[in-house]
């Protein structure tokens, strides 16, 4: 009723109509910061807890042996993606590193003194404790075999190693990158001297029934078959193109490819800073006869 009296007389005096509208404006901007105000203190609540969050992991460490440089060491969390962001604090080394290591330390004792080749490492863990080393990386212009600025160029499709030249063929996270990975699975086994192993690592999806190529070689061109991922890679423009996504067929699939066995090494263990996603290793053996 009062209302209604207000607006009668505010239609009959002008000004006193402004100032009723005028104050019905206010009124609404003051709801709208109040509103506003109670947004933000949401957000900065948030913002708290995430913060409080991101620095229990970064408090998350643990003594341990690691097995890339071979002492006892602290291993730190830095992010909840385990797999790039657990680090050894002496090494820097992430956990698929210490993995293949520990492998190689518990299946292949003595593996340092044995003749070694490492394609397209891209960084030292491996080769600093070996006798009889060698690497090579894949300059794709560049004639295959030749050494370029003092680094063996090799292509995995189509090695120049003669047959039977080394006792371990390490590759890690490079066969997702290849476009002929059953040329490259061959072609590692019959450089490999018999009784001889592949070590190595590479993303194997959780959910995924069937390996499958995201691209392809069509006529030197490539075809995307799906949208193009890139990894890092220690050479070239520093992009490596994500060529094939390996599902649970993988191990039967590189057993076909290479003629040879494949294990599956799956391994959990803090205290020796191993532990996150994607850091299974793979063992494909060479018969011995
Ligand atoms: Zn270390």
Known sequence: MRKHILQKIASKIPPFGRFISERDQMREAIDQLSRERCRLLEEVS???????????????KNIGYCHCCRQQTTFVITGNWLRDQYLCTNCLSIP???????ILDTHFRGWD??????????NDLIARHCRHYSF???????????????IRNE??????????????????DV???????????????????????????????????????????????????DDPVYHGNP????????????????????????????????????SLGIDGEYIEVFVTKKPRH
């Open 175 to 225: 066969f997702e990158h290849i476009f002929f990975p059953h040329l490259a699975a061959k072609e590692i086994m019959r450089v490999l001297k018999p009784g001889g192993a592949h070590v190595f690592t590479v993303p194997k999806e959780k959910h995924l029934p069937g390996s499958r190529p995201r691209a392809r070689l069509v006529d030197s061109e490539i075809e995307y078959l």
């Open 136 to 150: 090579s990386q894949y300059f794709e212009s560049e004639e295959e075999g030749a050494t370029i600025d003092g």
């Open 113 to 122: 003194s044995l003749q070694i080749h490492e394609s397209s490492p891209s």
């Open 235 to 270: 050479v070239g423009d520093g992009k490596a193109l994500v060529t094939w996504e390996y599902g649970d067929d993988f191990e039967a699939l590189i057993g076909r490819w290479s003629g040879g066995i494949t294990t599956t090494y799956v391994t959990r263990d803090r």
């Open 46 to 60: 948030s913002i708290t807890s995430e913060n409080l969050r991101l620095q229990q992991l970064l408090d998350e």
């Open 155 to 172: 292509n995995l499709e189509s090695l120049t190693f003669p047959d039977d030249s080394f006792d371990l063929f390490i590759t890690q």
């Open 96 to 102: 698929r590193q210490r993995h293949i290591q520990y």
